[in-house]
């Protein structure tokens, strides 16, 4: 059997965020084409409508052309073994990127050059510094115009609040650029015209102290300036601090082309060497060390009918500690119950791969007959690991939904319920009331439209959606005896979730104050915790 904690410490599991069209499909295509995971190279989201990226699953973001789930990709380069999780980048499904970003041990942050930091770059990067998580940034399309790079540096440093490390300095840029300056080599990895089709490294490399063959490439203007700015950077800039790297203080940067698949090998060498293998997490306060505890893995995402021809669920672990064994028994410790996972599975896109074996840091997949629940922990028999829940994010935008067909009940229950276990969507009650209208929040608009598909593919049920005016949602958070009895505006309704933790809904902040000020000893919480 392999050794743990070699198969462990050669893991490294990580997400990869940016806005909408930064590049991180591209991105994410060559590294796994360095993996090779993928034989196609070139372009992953062409125009012929055959192609789509290999991350993309459901007909429904095939016909957006976004992706709305998040899928795992795992393949291995150069001795290590590297999980990928890709991040939806649409706004709208923001809530299944916050918890993937839970499973992952760095982020890798991909910018466009000609626009640096976006919103969504922005909410992630949030999440990724909250974990103290290191964050990895690859500044993309320097072969379009580009924003100056001392200006995104110290976008990224004011925004931020972080250090940012360049670890090349891009020559150029648009039709001038002529490739990066490596600063740790010092050398030049000039940047070749990429021939569409073609799947080689298309870049040279030469020593900066080489003027007459840098001359004939750059020019002696691109190079009289990259030695200016070598000089600044070197002098000016951060230290390299690998520890600050590590805790998430310090980005090292890298400049580069995806899509003309120009500094990604170098990237990907880099990152690997730098970033963290899977580390402790908590459970109970308590640190669990990867090597030492035997299996245990958290649910961070589940999934329901990823593949028509499969009809089922799938639920996704993210393994914290020890080895996985297929046949053996485990503990779900949420339920009290002995389980075997059943069909575990590692993931390629849609196509799948039944397992034996898997450690800490590797994501599976396994058959869920409907047992769980976002944040669940696994774990051997007697292993008293409990991993801190996922918290559930705050939804911003409410419906009320009900089903047109009174004889389609049963189903409409089941779809709804099982949509809202897997965290798409929150459901919420009035209390002593029955599901024939449900309240539902979500944390982006689409994932209404999401729901009544699924709900109309997957179930057979048609449901008519009337908008509620909530813009604000508090768990109350104090014992309250007589909720009914609070003094709230006459718009604020109290509702329960699913676990039958009250809430009350406001259509303004405002609201929210009035509640607070009127009901001495009322606490209200922004999101549940759900331990
Ligand atoms: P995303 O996953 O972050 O949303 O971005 P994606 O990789 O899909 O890239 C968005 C667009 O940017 C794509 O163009 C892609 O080809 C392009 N792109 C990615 N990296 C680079 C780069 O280094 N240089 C340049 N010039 N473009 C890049 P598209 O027009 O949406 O698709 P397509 O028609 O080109 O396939």
Known sequence: MPDLSYEINRRRTFAIISHPDAGKTTLTEKLLLYGGAIQLAGSVKGKASARHAVSDWMELEKQRGISITSSVMQFEYNGYCINILDTPGHQDFSEDTYRTLMAADSAVMVIDAAKGIEPQTRKLFKICAMRHIPIFTFINKLDREARSPYDLLEELEKEFG?????????????????????????????????????????????????????????????????????????????????????????????????????GVERFLQCFLEMTVPPLPRESGGEPVDPLTNGFSAFVFKIQANMNKAHRDRIAFMRICSGRFEREREYFHVQEGKALRLSQPQQLMASDRAIIDEAYAGDIIGVFDPGIFSIGDTVCEKNAQIRYAGIPSFAPEHFASVERIDTMKRKQFEKGITQIAQEGAIQIFHEPHTGVEEVLVGVVGVLQFEVLEYRLKTEYGVDVRRRTLPYEQIRWIASEQSDIGALNLTSDTRWVQDFRGNNLLLFTSSWCVDWALQKNPGLELREFNRND
């Open 162 to 262: 972080i250090g940012t490390y360049p670890m090349n300095w891009p020559i150029g840029c648009g039709r001038e650029f002529k490739g990066v300056y490596d600063r740790e080599k010092r050398e030049i990895l000039a940047f070749q015209e990429f021939h569409s089709g073609q799947n080689r490294i298309s870049s040279v490399e030469v020593e900066l102290s080489d003027t007459a063959l840098l001359d004939e490439l750059i020019g002696p203007r691109l190079r009289q300036t990259l030695e200016d700015d070598v000089e600044l950077v070197d002098g000016a800039g951060y230290e390299f601090d690998l520890e600050a790297v590590r805790s998430g203080l310090l980005s090292p940067v890298f400049f580069g082309s995806a899509l003309n698949n120009f």
